[in-house]
């Protein structure tokens, strides 16, 4: 059976106008497209009259139905600015639900990422200012203060990776064995949750790039390998235990970083060799992701 | 090891020789299932394997060794499995669920899992399994601040969603008071569709009450699968009566009437032989088992 009203551009537009008796019947047996049905009931919100005449169209039950339906949508809302925006933008709406249950998109974890950032980049400006003592240096690649920025390049792209940890790690999901069990693709979700905490991480880490001591092109320099981790922690995920994958590709971050550090050229793991490294990671990662995607799928608990 | 059998009539889901070991600990032992359309009760003391079988039923853990197939369709394969998730309600031993959700939001969150993308449709959805449980005042309710009866209850929500033709619930009734499990029962008897329904539970009432079927699992093996009745007769004539305890009997107890209730091979003296329950026989069945 076909829909009277399949696609109304608003058959109850009209401020003042009421539904016509063969939209109201139409509606009540369920005919009409969705675009219909969201402007009958939201005329229907604010109209006594057409709301008595459905009444009469329906029986008992139907009505009970949609009013439950009606207000389990009001109890479910549609979401703040950021999500109603992202929603005009052409993103799903449902895709935006599920964010909704990404832990570290969280405000407490967006705001302690914030916080560990803003200690070590006013500990690299004390230092730079001479307000605390610390080793004041022109390195190599003839950027004063170098050793200064050292703290921060350790910790930004682990952040990084801790938010996009957060995103995947069943221990931060409580409801990770709903998932599980869910038909929808625990690769997609896992993609889409990393990919915006990723971005979330990566705002902060780009902010206190920018007010640091460093070189102008640090916060860009950032980017490529807090790719690279994420990338292998996800990519080394389908091969190891989650934690273990996220644990050793902070490892193998934190170690030269920390041995360029002790020699005093902290800037070399940002720099081209270090970024054509990351590449090459961030490329393997997504080979090892693509071919092993559906571990993803699995349970992949054990 | 022969096939412990519920039924053959219609092998809706069928296991084969499932092994499962948690470090040295052996969680399943070779067990062979087939479970036809209705209601299963899967009876056993904790640590016996339940909430191991249940996760593999469910497509949520794997087996070291052995086969699923669930309505003909193997988990093994990507697209299967989807498939069997597609037609899969399942409530976990514990629900988790993320603290700042409000019961709607979560049922929204699964139906979401369940690809149920539509709003219009999810909200019908999720206001449906909300009047099957009786929580339809409680959407706007934080979860976090529901009693342990009430989260049961959601959890039993999110199952139902999307009209499921295999139910897995792990321990669906603890948490529940009396009348909420009379409910409860009464909603798993009325599911249009004749699902397959298994549950685990540690009370033998319920299995008597709404099982058709039921499944003893002891420290990870089948001991018994047929109906509650003949889980019942498996104790006939050593279930005894008596005013005095007797030290002889294999399980004693004293029960509401002020007598005790026997299960041994002897009578006590001045004992009366009572008719067995299905808590008889599988309390009959574990120690035999523990005897081992």
Redo the contacts between chains.
């Keep these: 059976m076909t829909s009277p009203y399949p696609d109304a551009a608003g058959p109850v537009a009209g401020a003042g106008r009421h539904a016509g008796e063969d939209l109201l019947a139409s509606y009540a047996a369920g005919m009409v497209g969705?675009a219909a049905?969201w402007s009958v009931e939201a005329h229907l919100t604010g109209c006594a009259s057409c709301r008595s005449a459905l009444s009469a169209q329906v029986d008992a039950d139907r009505l009970a139905?949609n009013r439950?339906?009606?207000?389990?949508?009001a109890?479910?809302?549609d979401g703040g600015r950021v999500r109603r925006l992202l929603c005009r933008c052409g993103v799903?709406?449902?895709l935006l639900?599920?964010l909704?249950?990404t832990?570290s998109l969280?405000r407490s974890w967006l705001l302690s990422i914030v916080g560990v950032l803003a200690a070590v980049a006013g500990e690299a400006a004390a230092v730079r200012h001479g307000w605390i003592p610390g080793g004041r240096h022109v390195g190599p690649a003839g950027y004063q203060d170098a050793a200064a920025v050292a703290p921060f390049l350790l910790v930004a792209p682990l952040l990084v990776l801790a938010g996009v940890a957060a995103a995947f790690l069943p221990r931060f999901?409580?409801?990770?064995?709903?998932?599980?069990?869910?038909?929808?693709?625990g690769f997609t979700?896992l993609l889409v949750r990393a990919v915006c905490a990723l971005a979330g991480a990566l705002v902060p880490v780009a902010g206190a790039a920018f007010a640091l001591p460093g070189p102008g092109w640090l916060p860009v320099a950032l980017l490529l390998p807090s790719l690279a981790l994420c990338g292998f922690a996800l990519a080394a995920a389908t091969v190891m235990d989650p934690r273990a994958a996220a644990v050793t590709a902070g490892v193998l971050w934190a170690l030269p970083a920390m041995l360029l550090a002790v020699d005093h050229v902290p800037l070399a793991i940002v720099q081209r060799n270090a970024q054509s490294a990351c590449a090459a990671v961030i490329i393997a990662s997504a080979v090892v992701l693509l071919v092993r995607r559906?571990r993803f799928?699995?349970?992949w608990?054990? | 090891m022969d096939e412990m059998t519920v039924n053959v009539r219609t092998a809706a889901v069928r296991a084969d020789g499932l092994s499962r070991r948690y470090g040295a600990t052996r969680a399943l032992d070779e067990v062979d299932l087939t479970l036809q359309r209705g209601i299963t009760g899967l009876l056993g003391p904790n640590g016996a394997g339940k909430t191991t079988l249940l996760s593999i039923l469910a497509t949520v853990g794997e087996p070291d060794a052995g086969r699923v197939s669930v309505f003909g369709l193997d988990p093994r394969d990507t697209a299967e499995r989807v498939e069997i998730r597609r037609r899969l309600g399942y409530l976990p031993q514990e629900l988790g669920y993320h603290r700042h959700f409000t019961v709607a939001r979560f049922l929204d969150y699964v139906a979401i899992l369940k690809e149920i993308t539509d709003r219009r449709a999810r909200a019908q959805e999720v206001a449906r399994v909300l009047a099957a449980i009786g929580l339809e005042d409680r959407a706007r309710t934080r979860i976090r601040s529901l009693s342990g009866g009430m989260r049961q209850r959601l959890g039993i929500a999110q199952a139902l969603l999307g009209h499921p033709d295999l139910l897995i619930l792990d321990e669906p009734t603890a948490g529940l008071d009396p009348e909420q499990r009379l409910r409860f029962r009464e909603l798993l008897s009325g599911l249009p569709g004749d699902p397959v329904i298994v549950l685990s539970t540690h009370q033998a009432d319920d299995i008597a009450a709404i099982c058709p079927q039921v499944v003893v699992l002891l420290q990870g093996r089948v001991h018994f699968a047929g109906t509650p009745s003949e889980l019942a007769a498996t104790a006939a004539g050593r279930v005894w009566a008596a005013d005095q305890r007797d030290t002889r009997a294999h399980l004693s107890w004293r029960g509401g009437d002020g007598r005790w209730r026997h299960i041994g091979d002897q009578p006590p003296a001045g004992a009366e032989p009572v008719t067995p329950t299905v808590e008889d026989g599988y309390l009959m069945l574990s120690h035999a088992a523990g005897a081992r």
Excluded: C, N, T
Excluded at chain 1, 68 to 73: E, H, K, M, T
Excluded at chain 1, 173 to 185: E, G, M, R, T
């Design positions: 969705p049905a139905r439950s339906a009606l207000l389990v949508r109890a479910i809302g799903p709406d449902h639900r599920l909704a249950a832990p969280r999901d409580p409801a990770y064995q709903l998932a599980a069990a869910a038909p929808f693709s979700l559906d799928e699995l349970g608990m054990r």
